[in-house]
């Protein structure tokens, strides 16, 4: 049974460049929630996806944003780069209300 | 707002020693989950635990117990005979209402356990 998946592992991009990352849910599970780790620190949400669509939103800006396709996989976009966006991006998935979020190994951005 | 607070930053112990890690929330609803999540230095959060604030009797799986007290709004954790492979960054986190919610974190407990 695939845990999440998430892609790809590492990345570095230059302020004021666009990324997308991906992420594939635990089988059977139909919610993907993001969150974003900063050094040190615990994981912030960012926002959690269902039927593909955006059910809920943490304090991140617009320059977050997000897709959920009909196979529940989901990617997560952000743009204009700052060097605070420099962390580790985590996605989780979840089946309906059971709740329970399973993260995957995560991704690790870094803005130069 | 809900608010997990975890006040130890890191602890350092000796393998074989019991440890016990503190988490204190905050929450306005009645209705709510509590969870732990460990965090090897490989980044995944592996999930550990979840208890629902209806349920306060306190489990055991292993050498690893939960105390949860809605009384004190803790919810702590103890690993009985700690082994170096236990040596992590542990989070506790809450969910408020049922279903489909955020997690809100703690900002951790990293845990060194030495030969």
């Known amino acids: 049974d695939a845990g999440v998946t998430q892609s790809p592992t590492h990345l570095i991009k230059t302020r004021g460049q666009q990324v997308t990352l991906r992420c594939s849910p635990k089988?059977?599970?139909?919610?993907v929630s993001w969150y974003q780790q900063a050094l040190g620190q615990g994981p912030q949400f960012i926002f959690q996806?269902?039927?593909?669509?955006?059910?809920q939103r943490g304090n991140f800006p617009d320059r977050f944003s997000g897709h959920q396709f009909p196979n529940y996989s989901s990617e997560l976009n952000v743009n204009a780069l700052l060097l605070g966006d420099s962390a580790l991006y985590l996605c989780?998935?979840?089946?309906?209300?059971?709740?329970?979020?399973?993260f995957g190994p995560g991704t690790r951005l870094t803005v130069l | 707002a809900q608010k997990v607070t975890q006040a130890q930053t890191e602890i350092s112990v000796v393998e074989k020693e019991d440890v016990t890690l503190d988490c204190v929330y905050e929450?306005?609803?009645?209705?709510?989950?509590l969870f732990w999540y460990k965090q090897p230095p490989s980044g995944e959060l592996v999930f550990l635990i979840r208890?629902?604030?209806?349920?306060?009797q306190n489990e055991i799986s292993g050498r690893y117990s939960w105390n949860f007290q809605k009384s004190t709004s803790s919810f702590n954790f103890t690993i009985t005979a700690s082994q170096v492979v236990d040596s992590a960054v542990y989070f506790c986190?809450?969910?408020?209402?049922?279903?489909?919610?955020?997690?809100?974190f703690g900002s951790g407990t990293r845990l060194q356990v030495q030969p």
């Open positions: 989780a998935s979840s089946l309906g209300h059971l709740d329970t979020q399973y």
């Open positions: 089988s059977g599970h139909d919610t």
């Open positions: 996806y269902y039927e593909e669509e955006e059910r």
């Open positions: 929450t306005r609803d009645t209705t709510y989950y």
């Open positions: 208890r629902n604030s209806f349920d306060e």
């Open positions: 986190a809450l969910s408020e209402g049922p279903g489909r919610r955020a997690l809100t």
